[in-house]
């Protein structure tokens, strides 16, 4: 093993590279890589794959990655699937895993790499048959034993390795495919619910239900209060522009036309959340003084990044948030991540821990 795979969003493969290489310079481990611009995944070449596997978990700009065990080129259209069982056979020998609980053929999410999708959709029921044959993969598709990883950079260059089950993302390849509910005001309402999800995991509407009120700063025209209202919270919509007419008939929303940056509620809300087009770093700021103003229990933001110096700007302000943390609340959690719906810019989650004095 002396790489790793990471898939991030196309467009941030320097994002997604710098930072793996910083959290794995932390810890004393090195690494580089040739990147492929837009192509939506990095090749990180380290002598200590197993030891940064476990770092993407707490990444912002990678979605999964894997350690790679095999590489293999040039194979022959009329038996690709030859040489995949001899790697895999060795696989097996390298590692003792005897049984696969599944197997994903993977592809690159850039658009130079669609063709691959299609060619890697079907490829996977062959590679299933031939491993079933040879009894390394499990009857039903068992998420508690490790999956069998091929990605294919194309029908000719597979990448083979196998994933562990408590560092496989919630999404296959990181990339949540939620369905956009046809009654909600925006599409960005897929931002939030993939949040919410990302942040609490699968129970977040259980969780939710002990809450009561929540704060959208920068609402209109309402797709991320729509979720909060879904889940039966009264929510303060504070935005100069106009709301959805069917969101706001629910009954569940005051619309507060109102600056985003001075407005406050008379009473601490269980949510906030904000989605305003503004300078990541005042944003950022904002959030944090609502929470430890205690205005608001819980809070999911958005920061546009800018267009140079993404990672860079991140990292400052997530230093910035870190020694607030450090210094007020240190029982904090304090998260983040580039949500698959996310675009330029990424989402994060904030609970001060202070809601009790
Ligand atoms: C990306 S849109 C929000 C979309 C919304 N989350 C949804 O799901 O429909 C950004 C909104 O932020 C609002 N905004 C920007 N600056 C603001 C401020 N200082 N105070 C209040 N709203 C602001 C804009 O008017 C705009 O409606």
Known sequence: ?????????????????????????????FGWSNL?????????????????????????????AWPIHHRLEDLDP???????????????????????????CEYAEGDDFHSTSRFAGKF??????????????????????????????????VLVGLDEPRLRAPWPMGIARLRFPSAAPSRSTLKLEEAFAAFLGPEWRALLADCRTGVDLGAAPGGWTWQLVKQELYVYAVDNGSMDKTLMA???VEHVLADGFTWKPFKMV??????????????????????????????????KLPMKKRFHEWQ??????????????PKAVF?????????????VMLDLRNQNG
Not at 7 to 29: H, V
Not at 37 to 51: D, K, Q, Y
Not at 144 to 151: A, D, E, G, N, V
Request: proline share 4%.
């Open 1 to 29: 093993m002396t790489a790793l795979l990471l898939y991030c969003r196309p467009g941030f493969e320097k994002e997604c590279l710098a930072e793996i290489t910083y959290m794995a310079g932390e810890k004393g481990y």
């Open 36 to 64: 492929l611009i837009n192509s939506g995944f990095v090749i990180f070449e380290t002598e200590n794959a197993a030891e940064v596997y476990p770092l993407w978990q707490k990444s912002v700009f990678c979605r999964e």
């Open 250 to 252: 629910s009954g569940l």
């Open 124 to 157: 996977v029921h062959p590679v299933r048959q031939a491993l079933r044959n040879q009894g390394l993969l499990s009857k039903k598709e068992d998420p508690s034993l490790p999956t069998l990883r091929l990605f294919f950079k194309d029908s000719a260059q």
């Open 270 to 303: 269980d949510w906030l959340v904000c989605d305003m087009v503004e300078k990541p770093a005042r944003v950022a700021r904002l959030m944090y003084d609502w929470l430890d103003g205690r205005h608001a229990k819980y809070a999911i933001f958005n920061l």
């Open 335 to 347: 998260k983040a991540r580039q949500l698959y719906h996310d675009r330029e810019e990424i989402t």
């Open 316 to 329: 400052e302000i997530k230093a910035q948030l870190d020694s607030l943390i450090a210094e007020n609340h």
């Open 78 to 104: 009329s038996d690709r699937l030859g040489p995949i069982q001899q790697a895999v056979t060795s696989l097996v020998s390298e590692t003792g895993v005897r049984l696969f609980g599944n197997v994903s």
